[in-house]
């Protein structure tokens, strides 16, 4: 069964740049990686995905290592409404077989005025 | 922007009853999915379906667990005899494809189902 390991908590400032790796060691071949937000109360929030190198869009960009143990994501430029649970999603094969998504325990950002 | 619904937003009940959480994907989604997560833990994976029938689920998603699409619109979890370990909050969701995570799913507020 994959598992993923990430910081449990981190801290920063407004306007300052974040980086979240979440190391994923037995990932598939034909995995995808998946970040997701989520805010006290409300449903995970789809951020990026990626399978390997470099992934950019309007809110994040996504860093995968050519052996895709780990991935990164890097928050530009912070705000306090960025505060929230981030979580990295890989599947995984259950003991039935079945090949289900895993989210981490995730990290918890906290960024401070 | 269009989003996944879901009613209740809270449900209590009595050990031993059945509950039904109600659920409306996105219009032109066709993979929908049920997940829970019990208070202060992650977010754990229970069901997927398309096609009017289940195409994967978890360890968690045993025999007193159901899903359903009875119209065009609804997507329901049934829970037959619910436990106390069941209070969690459990989140729906809809995507436009399957291939499980390669496409972005789209989740709902959750309801938060309280067993007592």
Same mark, same amino acid.
């Given at each position: &069964?994959?598992?993923? %390991?990430?910081?449990?908590?981190?801290?920063?400032?407004?306007?300052?740049?974040?980086?979240?790796?979440?190391?994923?060691?037995? /990932?598939? %071949?034909?995995? *995808?990686?998946?970040?997701?937000?989520?805010?006290?109360?409300?449903?995970?929030?789809? /951020?990026?995905?990626?399978?390997?190198?470099?992934? %950019?869009?309007?809110?994040?960009? &996504?860093?995968?290592?050519?052996?895709?143990?780990?991935?990164?994501?890097? &928050?530009?430029?912070?705000?306090?409404?960025?505060?929230?649970? *981030? *979580?990295?999603?890989?599947?995984?094969?259950?003991?039935? =077989?079945?090949? /289900?998504?895993?989210? =981490?325990?995730?990290?918890?950002? /906290?960024?401070?005025? | 922007?269009?989003?996944? #619904?879901? !009613?209740?937003?809270?449900?209590?009940?009595?050990?031993?009853?059945?509950? $039904?959480?109600?659920?409306?994907?996105? @219009?032109?989604?066709?993979?929908?999915?049920?997940?829970?997560?019990? +208070?202060?833990?992650?977010?754990?994976? +229970?069901?997927?379906?398309?096609?009017?029938?289940?195409?994967?689920?978890?360890?968690?998603?045993?025999?007193?667990? @159901?899903?359903?699409?009875?119209?065009? @619109?609804?997507? !329901?979890?049934? $829970?037959?005899? #619910?436990?106390?370990?069941? @209070?969690?909050?459990?989140?729906?969701?809809?995507?436009?494809?399957?291939?499980?995570?390669?496409?972005?799913?789209?989740?709902?507020?959750? !309801?938060?189902? !309280?067993? #007592?």
């Amino acid at each position: &069964l994959a598992k993923t %390991t990430q910081p449990i908590s981190m801290d920063s400032y407004e306007g300052q740049e974040v980086n979240i790796t979440c190391s994923h060691n037995n /990932i598939a %071949t034909n995995d *995808y990686i998946t970040w997701y937000q989520q805010f006290p109360s409300q449903g995970p929030r789809f /951020i990026i995905q990626g399978y390997k190198t470099k992934v %950019t869009n309007e809110v994040a960009s &996504l860093f995968i290592p050519a052996d895709r143990k780990s991935s990164t994501l890097s &928050l530009p430029r912070v705000s306090l409404s960025d505060t929230a649970v *981030y *979580y990295c999603l890989v599947g995984a094969q259950a003991s039935g =077989g079945s090949y /289900i998504p895993t989210f =981490g325990r995730g990290t918890s950002l /906290i960024v401070h005025p | 922007e269009p989003e996944v #619904t879901q !009613t209740p937003s809270h449900q209590v009940t009595q050990m031993g009853q059945e509950v $039904i959480l109600r659920c409306v994907p996105i @219009s032109n989604h066709l993979y929908f999915y049920w997940y829970r997560q019990i +208070l202060g833990q992650k977010v754990e994976f +229970l069901v997927s379906f398309y096609n009017n029938e289940i195409s994967e689920k978890s360890e968690i998603f045993d025999d007193q667990f @159901s899903v359903e699409r009875p119209d065009g @619109s609804n997507f !329901t979890l049934k $829970i037959r005899s #619910t436990k106390l370990e069941d @209070s969690a909050m459990y989140f729906c969701a809809s995507s436009e494809a399957g291939q499980l995570l390669r496409y972005e799913q789209y989740f709902g507020p959750g !309801t938060r189902l !309280t067993v #007592t």
